[in-house]
């Protein structure tokens, strides 16, 4: 199997996947082995021509694969897609996308997408309704995968809280991410007299930075909120572990995995009604708030006493540990895989 995608020079969310599919391939599956092929096609410009070529190119040598895991973020992943089809290679894509990207808020290139991708073999969804939330052809099979979260966060212990409650945003700090609704949300739980701690970690324009760091002062929130740079690996995942609620108000993010990952330390989210952030508490537990309501979080954590909180969220993370183990994702990936390859042979109407 070929994991095609993702962007060398620009590495983020999908090039972290692509790699752990890759090692969770070669350490738990029985049926297949993988390589990671990216195409360099995320924030394209005349600049990366020649790695997108090279990618292209590379096409070429495909003769012992036996099938192409496409990772679907950027209309130029599709364009690969039909010359992999056109070389009568079996083909399974994973959309990385949202509702909120250019390929599906502009009606064009809605459509060219769904119609590019009508080729495909199968598709892999990150999330359950993930299918309902972008336009995908109708007579494509779907089955869900899942995702690979940092190993670390699967097997680090799981702590016992203890103290007051204590509440993390984590992420890239912006207005849009609603790391400003949690500096709200922290000055309307000390007014109402509930006894929290909380911590603020991220990257962040320098505008940004100075802004929230503004608003806390404004809030005179510094005794009970700390402000901290980025945390990467056992930093954060230790972090997500003393945390009993995450706070992710974000209006952006369709499958923001810092959730999943607050969820597999033990610690619930609150979050906004998007899809893939939805589809997590639905299953695992947390709150989805109508809209991005501030005074609804509020209230869900002035409602929920403590000991009920750190109780279900042990609970949630030994669940998201058994479905998200890489183990357990490459078995439904190999299942997958498995169950694609007569489609492409010529068994799909």
């Known amino acids: 199997m070929v994991v095609l995608g993702g962007t060398i020079h620009h590495p983020g969310g999908i090039e972290s996947f692509c790699a752990r599919a890759v090692q969770a391939l070669a350490r738990h599956g029985d049926d297949w082995e993988a390589e990671w092929w990216p195409t360099d096609t995320a924030y394209f410009s005349l600049r990366y021509v020649n790695k997108v070529h090279a990618a292209w190119r590379r096409l070429i040598d495909l003769d012992e694969v036996d099938l192409v895991w496409l990772q679907w973020s950027t209309l130029l992943d599709l364009i690969f897609l039909w010359r992999l ?4 290679m079996p083909v399974l894509v994973t959309p990385h996308l949202g509702a909120q990207a250019r390929l599906q808020r502009w009606p064009a290139l ?8 009508d080729r495909a073999d199968r598709l892999g969804l990150l ?33 016992a809280r203890t103290g007051k409650l204590h509440l993390i945003h984590a992420g890239r700090l912006s207005v849009e991410k609603g790391s400003f ?18 911590q603020i970690i991220g990257r962040a324009d320098a505008d940004v930075s100075a ?29 997500l572990s003393q945390a009993d609620v995450l706070i992710h108000l974000s209006e952006l993010d369709s499958f923001p995995l810092i959730v999943l990952e607050a969820l597999a330390a033990g610690a619930l989210p609150v979050i906004a009604n998007m899809a893939g952030a939805s589809a997590m508490v639905r299953r695992y537990g947390g709150f989805i708030t109508p809209g991005s309501s501030v005074v609804a979080a509020a209230d869900w954590l002035a409602e929920s006493a403590l000991a009920d909180l750190r109780r279900d969220g042990s609970a949630a993370a030994d669940r998201v540990r058994h479905d998200q183990a890489w183990s357990s994702v490459v078995a439904r990936l190999e299942h997958v895989a498995n169950v694609t390859l007569p489609l492409a042979a010529g068994t799909r109407d």
């Not at 809605?110 to 991708?117: D, G, T």
């Not at 922290?186 to 006894?195: G, N, S, V």
């Not at 909120?225 to 995942?237: N, P, Q, R």
Request: aromatic residues 8%; contains cysteine; charged residues 25%.
């Open 211 to 239: 802004a929230l760091a503004a608003a806390i002062q404004k809030e005179d929130l510094d005794t009970v909120l700390t402000f901290d740079g980025w945390m990467d690996g056992e930093a954060l995942g230790a972090a």
């Open 127 to 159: 999330f359950d309704g993930q299918d309902g939330e972008i336009a995908l052809p109708s007579g494509i099979p779907r089955s869900l995968l899942g995702t690979f979260l940092p190993e670390k966060v699967l097997t680090a212990p799981i702590v």
């Open 85 to 88: 089809k056109n070389f009568g």
């Open 181 to 198: 609704r949690m500096v709200e949300l922290c000055a309307m739980l000390r007014d109402r007299r509930i006894p929290f701690t909380a």
């Open 110 to 117: 809605r459509y060219l997408s769904a119609k590019l991708l």
